[in-house]
C-alpha cells in the first residue's frame, strides 16, 4: 500500500524560492536591476523547472550596498535548496542565483 501523493505546482515552488530568498540578510528584493522598463521585459525573477523529477531553479536577486556578492549568493542558494528539499520534499537538481543589481 502506498501514501498519499502531493503534487505542487511550479508556481507554488517559485513563491517558496521568492520567500526564502526575501530571508536572507542582504537581499533588497528579488527581481532585476535596472531601470522599471528593463524589469517590465526581463521576464519572471524566479523560473521554475522540472527535469526527471528534479527541481530546476534560476533566481535574479538585488543585494544591499556592501554586500559581498559571491557569499550572498551561496547564502541564498542554500536557504532556497533547503526550502525546497525539507519543505517541499523535492528533489533539487539546481539552484542559480544571479545578483542582478545592487540598491536600496
Known amino acids: 500500500?502506498?501514501?498519499?501523493e502531493l503534487t505542487v505546482g511550479r508556481e507554488v515552488i517559485a513563491e517558496l524560492v521568492r520567500l526564502a530568498a526575501l530571508e536572507v540578510p542582504g537581499?533588497?528584493?528579488?527581481?532585476r536591476g535596472g531601470p522599471?522598463?528593463?524589469?517590465?521585459?526581463a521576464g519572471p525573477p524566479v523560473r521554475v523547472?522540472?527535469?526527471?523529477?528534479?527541481?530546476l531553479v534560476r533566481l535574479w536577486v538585488v543585494a544591499r550596498?556592501?554586500?559581498?556578492l559571491a557569499p550572498l549568493a551561496g547564502h541564498v542558494r542554500t536557504t532556497?535548496?533547503?526550502?525546497?528539499?525539507?519543505?517541499?520534499?523535492?528533489?533539487?537538481g539546481s539552484?542559480?542565483?544571479?545578483?542582478?543589481?545592487?540598491?536600496?
Not at 537581499?27 to 527581481?31: C, E, P, Y
Not at 522599471?36 to 521585459?41: D, G, N, Q
Not at 550596498?65 to 559581498?68: A, E, K, N
Open 95 to 104: 539552484v542559480t542565483v544571479l545578483v542582478d543589481g545592487v540598491g536600496a
Open 1 to 4: 500500500m502506498t501514501g498519499p
Open 27 to 31: 537581499i533588497v528584493r528579488v527581481g
Open 65 to 68: 550596498p556592501g554586500q559581498q
Open 80 to 92: 532556497v535548496a533547503a526550502t525546497v528539499e525539507r519543505l517541499l520534499g523535492l528533489e533539487l
Open 36 to 41: 522599471p522598463v528593463r524589469r517590465l521585459f
Open 49 to 55: 523547472r522540472i527535469r526527471d523529477e528534479r527541481v
